[in-house]
């Protein structure tokens, strides 16, 4: 199967939310999170992450995770990634209650497209405050991809992970897992990166959004994705990535009000009396 099929499969199906002048969505992908040892790259922005969900939460957006939220090839249990991050999930659940979090499966997450994989492992979480078990994503569906389509006016925007466009990581992601879990991984610890992963090789990562470019272009839609941890925003071409939450310095993410989508950038900053804040910075922006 051809990388154009694999992303017209993750859209046969899929969701699809409504785009107005009221909208509010907040993008983010590839937050890999971790179960807190030190491969977990998502710790090192927990904090930038955590304030910029509490601003998203307290704005009124929808929460969409564009697929690797969690790092489930290096770690094989959910639950343990759950207990380490659990005020992440805790706000997470927030926007679940209200209706206003959809979480994709990338590569990174793929068990989560399993049958029942929600209920089993998300279904509830053990509180540490309340020191009980508390309702965390109940009859939650992990999708593959969504559909945002602007009422009356028939534009659409389809979000999906973009790992379709990369062979190793969609038809042969089992392979990729054990290189990672096995081979990949030990080493990172001595400072080697691995070679097949789209956002750690950069002749691989231009091919990959080479592909998710050419399939915007030719099927005339508006393809956002993350996979390649490389944020873009441009009124030139119809792809575009919210980037990742692994960066060493910041996150970013893409955030779509009204008819108005913005490439921000999430980062620590100093004020003159050099007290540290967490500054959220517009990079780019786009009318729709």
């Known amino acids: 199967m051809s990388y154009s099929s694999r992303l ?8 699809v939310l409504p785009l107005g002048p009221c909208s509010r969505y907040v993008l983010i992908s590839d937050c890999h999170r971790g179960n807190g040892t030190w491969g977990d790259n998502f710790l090192k922005n927990q904090n930038l992450y955590f304030t910029a969900l509490k601003h998203y939460y307290s704005q009124g957006f929808t929460y969409i995770e564009l697929g690797d939220g969690d ?3 290096e770690n094989r249990r959910m639950s343990q990634i759950i207990e380490i991050h659990s005020n992440v999930f805790w706000l997470l659940s927030l926007f ?6 959809y979480l994709l499966y990338g590569n990174h997450d793929m068990e989560k497209k399993r049958p029942g994989y929600s209920d089993r492992v998300c279904g509830s979480y053990f509180c540490t405050d309340s020191q009980c078990h508390q309702p965390l994503f109940p009859g939650l569906t992990f999708y593959e991809g969504i559909i945002l389509e602007q009422c009356g006016q028939g534009q659409r ?4 992970h973009g790992h379709q466009a990369d062979p190793l990581n969609s038809t042969f992601w089992k392979l990729a897992r054990f290189l990672v879990r096995y081979f990949w991984q030990p080493l ?11 956002a750690k090789n950069y002749t691989h990562q231009d091919q990959v959004e080479r592909r998710l470019t050419d399939y915007a272009q030719k099927t005339g839609h508006i393809l956002i994705t993350g996979h390649t941890h490389r944020p873009r925003l441009s009124a030139d071409t119809p792809y ?3 980037g990742s939450c692994v960066h060493p310095r910041c996150i970013t993410c893409l955030e779509i009000v009204g ?8 980062a620590c900053d100093t004020r003159r009396d050099n007290t540290l804040y967490v500054n959220r910075e517009v990079l780019s922006q786009v009318m729709l």
């Open 188 to 198: 990172e610890h001595f400072g080697v990166l691995d070679p097949t992963s789209a």
């Open 8 to 15: 017209t499969r993750a859209f046969r199906g899929a969701p």
């Open 157 to 160: 925007l389809y979000l999906t």
């Open 96 to 101: 679940y209650r209200q209706g206003h979090l």
């Open 240 to 242: 575009f990535n919210t």
């Open 259 to 266: 008819d108005k989508l913005t490439l921000v950038k999430w």
């Open 71 to 73: 790092e489930l090839w």
